[in-house]
Nanobody, 113 residues
Framework: QVQLVESGGGLVQAGGSLTLSCAAS????????MGWFRQAPGNQRELVAR???????NYLYSVKGRFTISRDNGKNTVYLQMSSLKPEDTAVYYCYADPGRSWGQGTQVTVSS
């Protein structure tokens, strides 16, 4: 099993920046994909960004050019740098790891207008 611990959420004004971190422990050698989903009240959880162990990335269209996902395999940590934040980015952000779909506890990101 993989355990994921997130940090870095908070309250920021529109146009500001935040960086989320997610540290993995446990059966980390099995991890290929790591990434972030988010879920706003009343909405389904959506994939924001993901990165493979080799560094290939995918992004939700609405965050391309504003968010950057990166991964430090030595520290077993994935990061999500978020800039030019918008109120519609407000959500609980969840780190995940595949295969096996492990989840972090979630961290709140609130963007005020």
């Amino acid at each position: 099993q993989v355990q994921l611990v997130e940090s870095g959420g908070g309250l920021v004004q529109a146009g500001g920046s935040l960086t989320l971190s997610c540290a993995a422990s446990g059966s980390i050698s099995s991890i290929n994909y790591m990434g972030w989903f988010r879920q706003a009240p009343g909405n389904q959880r959506e994939l924001v960004a993901r990165i493979t162990s080799g560094g290939s990335t995918n992004y939700l269209y609405s965050v391309k050019g504003r968010f950057t996902i990166s991964r430090d395999n030595g520290k077993n940590t994935v990061y999500l740098q978020m800039s030019s934040l918008k109120p519609e980015d407000t959500a609980v952000y969840y780190c995940y790891a595949d295969p096996g779909r492990s989840w972090g506890q979630g961290t709140q990101v609130t963007v005020s207008s």
